[in-house]
């Protein structure tokens, strides 16, 4: 019997696995190929697929660009020291509700520095007028029912408006415009030699020059509210040059318009920036809404607060009724123009009015309840202010400004009618002793009582004034138009101030609409 060895066997073994190893890879490799085929196939797919076209794109980046801010076309003065004014400490004092917002200024092509007045009417006709008809709340100019004057829009004055007025509104606009200066202002003591007239005309009655710009606003406001503009109306060059003057008046970083002195400057400013303010609503230019808005604001500064105004910026704590009344006429042309408004002044405004009014007699006090219009001494103290009741009656507009209605018209306020009482017992009568009227009182208790309306105080009031302010006005030489600078205040502004505020008393039967009707 023979033996193998055990290196034999493992030997034999080993090769008995590697052919079984090799025959089992052999039936595999078909299938093998077949996945190698699949797997490039595939690889080549991917490849040829566009991955590019798949990818997801990133939002795009929008760019902005704001148009540039509206320049000046005018050159501001140079800022002197007298005009520098401190600030006042924000109070306390809770906000009423804020005003209408401010509308964004337009790009517009400005003239140069040394404009033309004919260049700068082409500036104001590249904006349209908004004549948006009389305001809302106080009919700020525009004329009758909201449709410019009969000279500025042509639609006719109201009806019942005598003849004789008529007459004496056209020829008041005559003699302003012929005693406007080359430059655009009017002047309070210079009015004979600076005007358009081209020589010394042979008038009297200057007033005092520091109140150049106080007199430019008020006969600017006699042309605005007969329905002229920058760009509308038979005297809109008048307009557009006199309020181009104001604008270069106005020191850029305080917002007064004009220099600050002696004491009345705040009067001068308030009245220039009244003329503003309507010239602004009724044009929306907006070369007129930063100048309007630096000057309100100004205004705002000058309050007292939780109070009212009187002459300092910053206030010093003292205010007079006088002063407030073209405050409030201001700031509700202002806000109804939609510019920045603090209405808390408002309220500080009717605090004032109801410490200095007697609620026995309904008389408004000046700087105090019982105390009368003011006077200076050795200047203006032979005109009684016991004749009028000026202050009464700046009381009574001013409270239909500040929203309230007197009791007789459904309201709450029974003061207004015993102010509109009072009112009635001092018609305008011609002075018994030649001194002149009150124009002053006439204008504000004109205002006043066309918003009590009705037989019992307006139609007397109404009746009474065209009887004796056209009577007044001068119709001889170069005077004619004019009228005289009598009373206890036209020796201050002089024949261009009594004219103008003329004016605007014989206009408030289409200058103003009746507030409690509006509202």
Request: aromatic share 8%.
């Amino acid at each position: 019997m023979s033996h193998t060895s055990p290196v034999s066997l493992t030997a034999r073994h080993a090769a008995e696995g590697f052919d079984d190893a090799l025959y089992h890879w052999m039936q595999r490799a078909p299938w093998l190929a077949l996945s190698a085929l699949a797997h490039a196939l595939l690889f080549a797919i991917l490849l040829a697929i566009p991955w590019e076209l798949l990818r997801r794109e990133e939002p795009p980046e929008l760019e902005v660009r704001l148009p540039p801010q509206v320049e000046d076309p005018f050159e501001e003065p140079p800022i002197e020291p007298e005009r520098e004014l401190d600030p006042v400490e924000p109070t306390d004092e809770p906000k009423l509700q804020d005003s209408l917002p401010v509308e964004d200024a337009q790009p517009v092509d400005e003239p140069s520095d040394d404009a033309t007045v004919g260049e700068l009417s082409d500036v104001f006709d590249d904006f349209p007028d908004a004549t948006p008809g009389a305001i809302s709340e106080i009919g700020i100019g525009g004329g009758w029912s909201g449709g410019g004057g009969h000279l500025g829009g042509g639609r006719g004055r109201p009806v019942g408006l005598g003849r004789g007025t008529e007459r004496a509104l056209v020829a008041g606009l005559e003699w302003l415009r012929a005693h406007q200066a080359p430059d655009g202002h009017w002047s309070a003591a210079g009015f004979m030699h600076e005007n358009a007239l081209g020589r010394a005309c042979a008038c009297d009655g200057p007033g005092h020059d520091v109140h150049d710009v106080g007199v430019t606003g008020l006969a600017l406001l006699a042309f605005l509210g007969d329905g002229n503009t920058t760009r509308a109306g038979p005297y809109r060059e008048n307009v557009a040059r006199g309020v181009a003057w104001l604008r270069a008046q106005q020191d850029r970083d305080s917002g007064l318009i004009g220099a600050r002195h002696g004491s009345a400057w705040i009067y001068d400013h308030a009245i220039a920036t009244l003329a503003l303010c309507e010239a602004w609503y009724f044009t929306r230019n907006p070369l007129l809404r930063d100048p309007a808005q630096r000057a309100v604001d100004l205004i705002s500064r000058a309050r007292n607060p939780y109070s009212a105004w009187r002459y300092e910026v910053p206030p010093t704590g003292e205010s007079d009724t006088s002063v407030t009344g073209w405050m409030v006429l201001v700031l509700a042309s202002a806000e109804e123009g939609g510019l920045r408004v603090d209405r808390t002044a408002f309220a500080g405004a009717l605090s004032w009015l109801d410490e200095v009014t007697d609620p026995a007699t309904g008389r408004a006090g000046y700087s105090a309840a019982g105390t009368l219009s003011a006077r200076m001494p050795g200047i203006n103290m032979d005109f009684p202010p016991e004749r009028g009741e000026a202050m009464t009656a700046v009381a009574l507009l001013s409270r239909f400004l500040l929203g309230q209605v007197p009791g007789s018209l459904g309201g709450d306020a029974e003061v207004m009618d015993r102010h509109a009482e009072l009112l009635r017992t001092r018609l305008p009568a011609a002075s018994p002793d030649g001194r002149g009227p009150d124009l002053y009182y006439w204008y504000y208790a004109s205002y006043a009582l066309f918003q009590m309306g009705g037989s019992r105080h307006w139609e007397p009031w109404r009746k009474a004034l065209e009887g004796v302010l056209p009577a007044a006005q001068r119709v001889d030489g170069d005077l004619a138009g004019s009228w005289d600078p009598d009373g206890p205040w036209g020796m201050v502004g002089g024949r261009v101030y009594s004219t103008a505020l003329s004016l605007l008393t014989l206009e408030v039967q289409y200058r103003y609409a009746r507030v409690v009707g509006a509202r």
